[in-house]
């Protein structure tokens, strides 16, 4: 009998997702991404900067010893890409960089400021916008700053964001240099025709120098985005995309659907709905990522990710040690998260607090010496341990019912009472199964375990309860 080596076994990974068209036709809508729990639309204004200052004090009291993350958002971008849905700045101006990057230290400042004690930083993230949109002069600068700011644990995950538009080989060096061990790179399809539509033009040369480059200056771990139904897609096109971005062999894989939203999303008005695949076209698109993602051996992470089974993501999911924050899965356990920059978001212990959305009320907190905060959520006991369920879920398809009843000081089956009723009735679809102990989302279920959690999301219920009422009046 066949026996795989222990390295093959140590390997192994959660089972393979099924795909079954008939329930992500079902259950396959839009839903939230769950990088947080509750969602950014749930936050108030009632929560404001001095809310936030006070768990910045207070981050430790209490023994609590959750490390320490950075997040910097950097909005500008150089072109337009019509599908976006990010909060961006698009300018040709650099001169407006150097202004943000002044405000960055001045909330960077005041942050510290309120952090009481360690301010070790153990994961950096820079997304945007295009944070390669700097110079090299200000990507040297910033990092600096950063580093007088903060202290920096030696082993850190120091992660960036890039547009092979506006990066060089040269340009990957100095982030070697500078400190970034983990790069993204933005793709989405590497089809002409797509790219035209999307207004996203972008060479395969200039994605392989990038990615090349990274693997020769150490980066550990190297990402690329790409995004199914985009107009002007087709299976077999997607299946060249595919073919091509796993030849460069990157570690990571995150594979995002499209949403066309023109009415929340000014850009993708300038899409041509007719450009669009069919609903049914979409999901052979996925179907044929799957697959080919698979038979190139990358294991299925969950939400939209992909990893090779050694990397960090597939790693700490094996270990129980993944989590889920605003900048997707991570490797780095629960930590607290420092958002600097328009927009950004910090989840400290049980408090999340966004900054100002625009540059205009952005620098004008910060011209007041203020925390830029617009609004925040400090969560409420029901939402902890909804986040607790619903990032089990996400990350592992399992919920340990009896830790999670001791942690919460909660009866699991009488509190979600019903919850489990609802999810008996995808439990009857093969979507999850339903034990004394766990609750567990099949292989049938992983590509829909959006739709599991959202079962857990008590907003969403309330939502749909007022919907309801509304319909009956
Ligand atoms: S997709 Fe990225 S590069 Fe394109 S506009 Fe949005 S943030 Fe900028």
């Known amino acids: 009998m066949f026996q795989a ?13 099924v795909i079954d ?10 839903g939230p991404r769950y990088t947080s729990y509750p969602t950014a639309d749930r936050f108030v204004e009632a ?5 936030y200052r006070h768990w910045l004090q207070n981050r430790k009291v209490g023994g609590l010893s959750r490390s320490l993350g950075l997040y ?3 909005p500008f971008c150089g072109t337009l890409c019509y599908y976006c849905g990010c909060n961006k700045i698009i300018t040709k101006d650099h001169g407006k960089s150097a202004t943000y990057l002044k405000y960055l230290e001045r909330e960077a400042r005041l942050t510290t400021a309120s952090l009481g004690g360690d301010r070790t ?4 993230h820079w997304g945007g916008g295009t944070p390669t949109f700097l110079s090299d002069e200000e990507l040297t600068g910033l990092t600096r700053m950063l580093r007088s700011e903060f202290d920096f644990a030696e082993q850190g995950e120091c992660a960036i964001e890039v547009d092979p538009r506006t990066v060089t080989p040269d340009r ?3 982030l070697a240099q500078l400190g970034f061990n983990r790069i993204s790179v933005g793709v989405q399809d590497v089809d002409l025709q797509v790219q035209r539509a999307v207004h996203r033009i972008q060479s395969i040369d200039q994605t392989e120098a990038i990615v090349r480059a990274a693997k020769e200056h150490g980066f550990l771990s190297v990402n690329i985005d790409l995004i199914y139904g985009l107009p002007k897609q087709t299976p077999e096109g997607f299946a060249r995309t595919l073919a091509i971005v796993a030849a460069m062999n990157p570690d990571r894989i995150a594979l995002y659907s499209y949403a066309h939203l023109p009415t929340l999303f000014k850009p993708q008005r300038r899409i041509a709905e007719a450009d669009l695949p069919a609903p049914q076209t979409k999901l052979q698109l996925l179907t044929t990522a799957i697959e080919h993602l698979e038979s190139e051996g990358y294991v299925y992470i969950g939400m939209d990710h992909f990893a ?4 960090d993501l597939a790693v700490a999911q094996r270990r129980g040690l993944l989590t889920r924050n605003f900048q997707g899965y991570s490797s780095g356990g629960n930590a607290d998260i420092l958002g600097l920059g328009v927009s950004a978001i910090s989840s400290v212990g049980p408090i999340y607090a966004q900054n100002a959305k625009t540059l ?14 617009q609004r925040g959520l400090e969560l409420t006991s029901d939402d902890l341990v909804r986040r607790a369920v619903i990032q089990a879920l996400a990350c592992h398809f399992e919920v340990p019912k009896e830790a999670i009843s001791s942690a919460h000081l909660i009866d699991f089956d009488r509190y979600f009472a019903v919850e489990l009723d609802e999810l008996r009735g995808m439990e009857k679809e093969s979507l999850v199964e339903l034990e004394e102990e766990w609750i567990t989302v099949t292989p049938r279920g992983r590509l829909l375990v959006r739709a599991v959690c959202m079962v857990f999301d008590r907003y969403l219920r309330a939502q749909r309860r007022s919907a309801l009422y509304s319909r009956l009046i």
Not at 5 to 17: K, W, Y
Not at 360 to 373: A, F, I, N, Q
């Open 308 to 311: 090779r089974p050694g990397d």
């Open 72 to 74: 910097v958002h950097l």
């Open 5 to 17: 080596p222990p390295s093959e076994l140590s390997l192994g990974g959660p089972p393979r997702p």
């Open 121 to 124: 930083i153990r994961q950096m």
């Open 47 to 51: 929560f404001d900067a001095a809310a």
């Open 172 to 174: 990957v060096a100095l």
């Open 21 to 30: 068209a008939d329930l992500i036709r079902k259950y396959g809508g839009h």
């Open 360 to 373: 205009e009320e952005y620098y004008g907190r910060l011209d007041h010496e203020t925390l830029p905060v």
